[in-house]
């Protein structure tokens, strides 16, 4: 029997099992340390006061094919009950004519979860794109689910480090938390910007795009040389 339980796969050898076995040992641990970072997170204090209240621009009527636009405030993204705002930065500059691939692989698998997700907090995604761009790509993928804004008029990106100085656009995730003293700079996905080992993606998203995980589970691996499309043959 294993040294954890007492499941044997049908035909496994001992050489399998004891090489699962430490296998086991190693996620056992990454379990509790994903568990600890989580709850050091949880535990920071107080961030920056929001440098101001953005104004976007947004489709006034979701995905429909409409040329109406509104003005949304970083504020009215708050719901009455839900007192955090995750933003994920799209990378799709103004004069793209298509966006960042990798994102749009990404927000493919956002769309679905946030219907579940939006129960217990916000979700919305800003790209510098001006909002008939990022409406018509939203279109065309149908993310029925997110709640897509344009920072096309101002410098949310340039702030909270979802662009470049010389204006590329970053993927950058900022978690904001309503408080009694006002809208606070929670979290960034902050692995984007630290050192990386030789050839190494930041990583930085993974605990929110299954994909990458999926591809761990399986011999192959992610391999290095492969990215998403937003098409594919």
């Known amino acids: 029997m294993g040294e954890f339980h007492d499941h044997r796969f049908p035909n496994e050898s001992d050489e399998y099992r004891a090489a699962r076995d430490r296998l086991l040992e190693a996620e056992v ?18 961030g920056g006061l929001l440098k101001e209240d953005y104004v976007f621009a947004e489709g006034a009527d979701g995905l429909a094919d409409a040329e109406e636009v509104k003005s949304t405030r970083l504020s009215e993204l708050f719901r009455e009950g839900r007192d955090s705002l ?35 907090i916000n979700f919305a995604v800003v790209a510098k794109a001006p909002v008939a761009k990022i409406r018509n790509w939203a279109l065309e993928r149908d993310w029925r689910y ?25 993927p950058a995730v900022n978690v904001f938390q309503r408080t009694p003293s006002g809208i606070r700079h929670f979290y960034n996905a902050e692995l984007f910007y630290a050192p990386t080992e030789p050839d190494q993606h930041p990583r930085h998203v993974d605990m929110i795009w299954p994909l990458w995980n999926l591809f761990d589970l399986t011999p192959e691996g992610r391999a290095a040389d492969w990215y998403p499309k937003t098409r594919y043959d």
């Open 29 to 46: 641990a990454l379990r509790k340390q994903v568990a600890e970072v989580a709850k050091l997170r949880r535990g920071l204090p107080a």
């Open 86 to 120: 995750v933003v994920y930065s799209f990378m799709f500059a103004p004069d793209d004519e298509t966006p960042c691939p990798m994102c749009t692989s990404f927000l493919d698998g956002i769309n679905g979860t946030v219907r579940h997700a939006r129960e217990k």
């Open 146 to 170: 997110l709640r897509l804004l344009s920072s096309f008029g101002n410098t949310y990106n340039s702030d909270y480090f979802a662009e470049s100085a010389q204006g590329d656009q970053w």
